[in-house]
């Protein structure tokens, strides 16, 4: 099993670039997981109390779990993956994620090679870099679009969190990436570039 690790900054493109991917190599190679939905579970909190906390911090996420849940894939298990609920800062009690065990995993998440736990389950480190006014312009128009928030919220939290988090934590995990797409869903050649070294991946352990 081969495992690849996408970090980047929000709104960078780290899912495009993911997508693409698997796109290229068949959606029956390859099991997605998205880093958001292992979020600390935070159901017991008040919603006000949800609110507060700051989701772009490398602490609140549930690394342990998903390190475990990595583990299963490779001992050829099936692993179940908790789904997170954006519009109520918390898990979703209705619906989880049943993840195959692939001979392709693609991570992708803001804080996938923040963790050195996690990034010695990764055999291949990305890092899209994308400029940022490009980011925040698409997590302006996500946050509005598919989470509800408003633009008061969105710029609180940019100013707050988003923006401190990414130089404190983000920016400084490139350095531990084997590979940097600048761009990320745009730049068509870096995407070939990775989508080609996991195809002869596959075709070398095909047998």
């Given at each position: ?87 109520i800062h918390a898990r979703s009690t209705s619906k989880t994620i049943e993840m195959q065990p692939n001979p392709i995993v ?96 596959l075709l070398e352990n095909s047998n």
């Open positions: 099993m081969l495992i690849i690790g996408i970090a980047g900054g929000t709104g960078s493109g780290k899912t495009t670039v993911a997508r693409s991917v698997i796109d290229h190599l068949g959606w029956d190679k390859v099991t997605f997981i998205s880093q958001d939905n292992y979020y600390k579970d935070r159901s017991m909190l008040s919603m006000q109390e949800r609110e507060t906390i700051n989701y772009d911090h490398p602490n609140a996420f549930d690394n342990e779990l998903l390190i475990s849940d990595l583990m299963l894939l490779k001992e050829g298990k099936i692993a179940i993956s908790p789904v997170y609920d954006f519009t693609i991570l992708e998440g803001l804080h996938v090679l923040s963790d050195e736990n996690l990034r010695e389950m990764l055999d291949i480190k990305v890092f899209v870099d994308t400029d940022p006014d490009v980011r925040i312009l698409r997590r302006v128009l996500r946050d509005i679009e598919e989470r509800g928030r408003t633009i008061h919220s969105i710029h609180d939290q940019y100013l707050n969190a988003v923006k401190p988090m990414h130089e404190a934590f983000i920016e400084p995990s490139k350095k531990h990436a084997h590979i940097i797409i600048p761009e990320g869903g745009h730049n068509q050649v870096g995407i070939q570039m990775l989508s080609t070294m996991t195809e002869k991946y």
